[in-house]
């Protein structure tokens, strides 16, 4: 018979060398392409979402498959993308950034 699907035997993964922390520059937005974060077992095509947009800059997004961050004030960032495949599977990564504080003119 068919075996009932698992939740965790999504076909909807993190890579294990995925880089989900970044630095944001001043001035410069920060790209994550998330075809290196997220990988589909199965070969589904992958549909991104920020899912917490809304705490953040109009910059900061997710275009074309990758996340995009550009925060003006200095702190650590949260984007949360999830990821969604074609055939219904969805798994969301945090990614950790963090914008500098500006160093003082010498």
């Not at 589909?40 to 809304?54: E, I």
């Not at 004030?73 to 950034?97: I, M």
Request: charged share 25%; net charge negative; proline share 6%.
């Amino acid at each position: 018979g068919v075996m009932p699907a698992l939740a965790a035997d999504s076909c909807v993964s993190v890579k294990a060398d995925a880089v989900t922390t970044g630095e944001v520059v001043a001035g410069s937005l920060l790209e994550i392409k998330l075809s290196d974060v997220f990988e589909d077992t199965d070969g589904h095509t992958l549909t991104y979402t920020l899912t917490n947009a809304a705490q953040f800059s109009v910059q900061t997004k997710v275009k074309d498959g990758s996340l995009y961050v550009s925060e003006k004030d200095p702190g650590t960032y949260e984007p949360k993308v999830k990821a969604t495949c074609s055939d219904g599977k969805e798994l969301t990564a945090t990614f950790t950034t963090v914008r500098s504080r500006p160093l003082p003119p010498a």
